[in-house]
């Protein structure tokens, strides 16, 4: 079975500063997708980034990137000029395409609590 | 806003009763997701809707049960409440089976007392 992993339970950084946010997963599918949602105190679920284990690029979204490193099943989330909007819990995902068993869930780790200082 | 809608977004009830949850999922979704966020804990997946047949089943006890309309709205009900089962009710809905994302609704927060 999938797991995934969030080393990491809290952390706060300075605004404007970056930090990145460990994803560790567990996984003999050699096709997948990799998701980071963030959930703010309002605690709606967000989508902040998608990356399909195919792709060698790793996917970007304005101040969001990630470092996907397939062989060593690693999916680490950068945010750049952190601002204090970004304070949020960030939750990683799991998720493998069709398959005979049809289960189609997201498999999500513990989640990290991050916090930006003014 | 991502465009999937959950009533009501607050709903206080006593243990024993039955409450029903409601999410529209985005124009053109055809799968529906629930999930289950206990307070400080992460999100459990419950049950998938795909075009209304269920495809999917989690961690959903036999108390609860779930329905896609026609109209690909779903309903989650929940009865013989328990206060272990106060928690954050989270609808998502994909345009496909499994591989697209799915973008969440607001959530309900169910108080049981």
């Known amino acids: 079975a999938q797991t995934v992993t969030q080393s990491q339970p809290e952390m706060s950084v300075q605004e404007a500063e970056t930090v990145t946010l460990s994803c560790t997963y567990d996984?003999?599918?050699?096709?997948?997708?990799l998701f980071w949602y963030k959930q703010p105190p309002s605690r709606q679920m967000i989508l902040v980034i998608r990356?399909?284990?195919?792709k060698q690029q790793n996917a970007t979204e304005n101040r969001f990137s990630v470092n996907f490193q397939k062989a060593a099943k690693s999916f680490s989330l950068k945010i750049s000029d952190s601002q204090l909007g970004d304070t949020a819990m960030y939750f990683c995902?799991?998720?493998?395409?069709?398959?005979?068993?049809?289960?189609?869930?997201?498999?999500w780790g513990a989640g990290t609590k991050l916090i930006i200082k003014p | 806003d991502s465009g999937v809608t959950q009533t009501p977004k607050h709903l206080i009830t006593a243990t024993g009763q039955r409450v029903t949850l409601r999410c529209s999922p985005r124009?053109?979704?055809?799968?529906v997701y629930w999930y289950q966020q206990s307070l400080d804990q992460g999100l459990q997946f419950l049950i998938q809707?795909?075009?209304?047949?269920?495809?999917a089943k989690g961690n959903i006890l036999e108390r609860f049960s779930a329905q896609q309309f026609p109209d690909l709205h779903s309903e989650l009900n929940l009865s013989s409440l328990e206060l272990g089962d106060s928690a954050l009710y989270f609808c998502?809905?994909?345009?496909?089976?499994?591989?697209?994302?799915?973008?969440f609704g607001p959530g309900t927060r169910l108080t049981v007392l």
């Open positions: 998502a809905s994909s345009n496909r089976q499994s591989t697209d994302t799915q973008y």
């Open positions: 124009s053109g979704d055809l799968s």
């Open positions: 809707y795909y075009n209304g047949e269920e495809r």
């Open positions: 996984t003999s599918e050699s096709n997948y997708y």
């Open positions: 990356q399909e284990a195919y």
């Open positions: 995902a799991f998720m493998k395409p069709d398959s005979m068993d049809s289960n189609y869930q997201l498999i």
